[in-house]
């Protein structure tokens, strides 16, 4: 096999291994449609440098791997130390950005997935946007995974759907009141206030159970 089709191999079978599709995959690396996946796969295409490390990090694997560099008895190698595991994944539907400041438009249109470990009873994740929950450490860019309920404790993180619009917020509701408080992480916010009437406005999506962030 030749090295150009290798490569090819063994996108398709680490993209298999995650349950992946040519479209998703195509999605997550800025093609426009399965087809240049498949030739990609096929062995039909030679990629720059900055293109195998996108397919790579969306494949969560190193680029020296896929470029045939690591052997797979290297890459079980690594296993051996207690410290060391490697990582069962699910995919988990992305929904769209939700605002970490003032509400935003939130697509709710499921057309791609994020990978994540099993440990995460997740429903659906989002992309946070904007700076107003970084004392809880979600930043701009991050993806929050939440599991669906509509109703939270008091204090906790929730996305929560104001209109047509969504933010994630610390939930804090009184019910003798009829007051709810969507308060920020970040001490240049005000908090979100909604009494009585204003209360049919809103919805909570969902409670806010781990993030994601790239190390950078």
Not at 24 to 38: D, M, Q, V, W
Not at 85 to 101: E, F, H, R, V, Y
Not at 109 to 133: H, P, W
Not at 138 to 165: K, L, T, Y
Request: proline share 4%; aromatic share 8%.
């Amino acid at each position: 096999m030749d090295g150009l089709k290798e490569f090819g191999e063994k996108i398709r079978l680490r993209r298999i291994e995650l349950g992946m599709t040519q479209d998703e995959l195509a999605k997550i690396t800025g093609y426009t449609s399965r087809s240049s996946i498949n030739k990609i796969e096929m062995g039909l295409v030679n990629l720059p440098q900055s293109k195998i490390e996108l397919i790579a990090k969306a494949l969560m694997v190193n680029p020296t791997y896929l470029l045939g560099w690591e052997s797979s008895q290297t890459k079980s190698h690594v296993f051996n130390y207690a410290n060391i595991s490697p990582i069962q994944t699910q995919k988990i539907p992305m929904l769209g950005d939700i605002a970490c400041g003032k509400p935003i438009f939130a697509s709710e249109e499921r057309e791609s997935y994020v990978q994540a470990g099993m440990n995460i009873k997740a429903d659906f994740c989002l992309t946070a946007r904007g700076d107003s929950m970084i004392g809880a450490r979600i930043h701009d860019g991050d993806v929050v995974f939440c599991r669906s309920q509509s109703m939270v404790d008091n204090g906790e993180i929730a996305a929560v759907i104001i209109g047509d619009e969504a933010t994630l917020k610390r939930v804090y509701f009184y019910p003798e009141k009829k007051k709810l408080v969507l308060q920020a992480e970040n001490p240049k916010y005000e908090p979100f206030v909604y009494i009585g009437s204003e209360l049919d406005e809103i919805t909570i999506l969902g409670k806010a159970i781990a993030f994601q962030s790239d190390i950078i």
